[in-house]
């Protein structure tokens, strides 16, 4: 029977920005309507969705041997897996998320420590327990399905602990952030039989591999354009690059090429004074990947 990786693609907010990382790793990933087994076009994978917040467990038991979830859900499930990559969805999110304590803003609460025996919601209920329990803080953590905000000011609970990554929906709800707990980014967890198995883990090692170099080639640009020998100088001077321009006669001619890899950012500001010096024929392409 022919060996297969099984990989999970996180269900939610996750699915999506993962299917276009894969996508720009070289995998194009099918989803289809109401199917937790998406088509992939590699044969030595099989795709499953679930739930990034159950992702850990089903790594962990060997029911998947590969999977993305956060560090968050690895951390509330004590999950024993093997943390391959970190995997930061730069162009979903430009900051990591934040698991914080939450109360009223018109409350008493100014520290943890105000929270002695009062009631928290939250749906990363095992990891808030540990951290008050080290803490010394004795208090009801009471598992949240969703709309955590609302317990509060519902009076179901005294604070929360939330996930955010600006804080701005907690603020649009009339609270305040009063400690922040733990900071989370997507990673490439894989199950340890399978990362002891020489096919399987050079299989990961593959995906890790093309899934860091997509995320790398974020926001790079490949610039080119031609110069006049007389300006070469002049014009690889302003260049940026990861490690020098390439630069390549042009046939015949006092002309050269020259090519450099640079953060789309600084295009704006590059182009004309490019242009000043001589460049022409300036050429800006995104890349999928850097290796």
Known sequence: MKQQLKLGIPKGSLEKATIELFERAGWKIDVHHRSYFPDIDDPDIQCNICRAQEMS??????????????????????????????????????????WVLAVPADSPYKRVEDLQGKKIATELVNFSKRYFKERGIDVQIMFSWGATEAKVVSGLADAIVEVTETGSTIRAHGLVIIEELMQSNPKLIANKEAWNDDWKRAKIEQVAMLLKGALRADRLVCLKMNCPEEALQSIVKLLPSLHAPTVSPLFNQNWFSVETVIDEREVRELVPKLKAEGAQGIIEFSLNKVL
Do not use: F, H, Q
């Open 57 to 98: 467990r089903y790594v962990e038991s060997g029911t998947l041997d590969v999977g993305i979830t956060g560090m968050d859900w690895i951390s509330e499930n004590d999950s024993d897996v093997v943390e391959v990559a970190d995997l930061i969805y730069s162009k979903v999110s430009k900051r990591p998320a934040r």
